[in-house]
């Protein structure tokens, strides 16, 4: 089995992904920002839909889903949570159940915060992750349904898996994450490298993703927040995570 993944944007700063399984010829969206887009990629790569997997019920992943689901009859795999504000749903799924797109294997893990149900999909075997508005490069999203405490245990269960795990999101938002992050992190060499990287990216308008977990370790300061000198960079030493982490996601909110 192997995992190839296609990578577009939508909307304005929107990430579609594909993800296909050679094998047995099966293909995922990841959200549906907009049915164009989703229908051009697959014309480029020659592949069938069959699944759309939704991360979260907001406007912006679910906007292309009615439309694909009529011309290509796929199935809409959404959070339990959230699937009565998400259309034409064929299965929901929860925290541990398992989603499989062809002969490819993923782990729902739930992620809530940015809305109260958000998911995301972990193929294990295929060291990815579609973690849709819960983590960005070098960012996260917002805390909008849920409270800055359950976002950063979020971002945790995120920051546990293997190193080498490409995480794919939901927006390229990383320009501007990068240059708040390092108003909390001036001195961060993970960072400094980081932005030089997405830099040139940018400029040949190239997408700064997939980033991987690794990397976010390094350099993101919303999966630092238990770091003392995060801490103390925010005027928080000795104090919760959850709490530093608040802070964090507060002056983003006013960057
Ligand atoms: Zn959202």
Not at 63 to 71: C, E, M, T
Request: charged fraction near 20%.
């Amino acid at each position: 089995m192997t995992a190839n993944t296609h990578l577009f944007l939508c909307l304005k700063d929107n990430f579609g992904v594909l993800v296909h399984d050679s094998e047995t010829g099966a293909t995922a969206a990841i959200d549906a920002p907009e049915a164009a887009p989703v229908e051009a990629a697959l014309k480029a790569t020659g592949w069938q839909l069959t699944d759309i997997l939704v991360t979260h019920h907001h406007n912006d992943p679910t906007a292309g889903i009615a439309a694909l689901k009529r011309h290509h009859h796929c199935r809409v795999t959404a959070p339990r949570g959230e699937a009565a504000r998400i259309p034409d749903v064929d299965a929901t799924v929860a925290e541990g159940d398992s989603v499989k797109v062809g002969a490819l294997s993923a782990r729902v893990i739930e992620t809530p915060g940015h809305t109260s149900g958000h998911i995301s999909y972990w193929f294990e075997q295929d060291k990815l992750a579609f973690v849709g508005d819960t983590l960005f490069s070098i960012g996260c999203g917002r805390v909008i349904e849920g409270t800055p405490a359950m976002m950063w245990q979020s971002l945790l269960k995120l920051r546990a898996l293997p190193d080498d795990t490409q995480i794919y999101c939901g927006h390229e938002y990383t320009d501007a994450n990068i240059r708040f992050a390092r108003t909390i992190e001036p001195q961060n060499r993970a960072l400094a490298a980081r932005a030089e990287t997405a830099k040139q990216q940018l400029a040949q308008g190239h997408p700064t993703i997939p980033t991987t977990i690794g990397e976010e370790k390094a350099a993101n300061p919303f999966l630092r927040a238990d770091i003392p000198v995060v801490a103390t960079a925010v005027g928080l030493a000795g104090k919760s995570a959850a709490d530093v982490f608040a802070e964090i996601r507060e002056r983003k909110n006013k960057f």
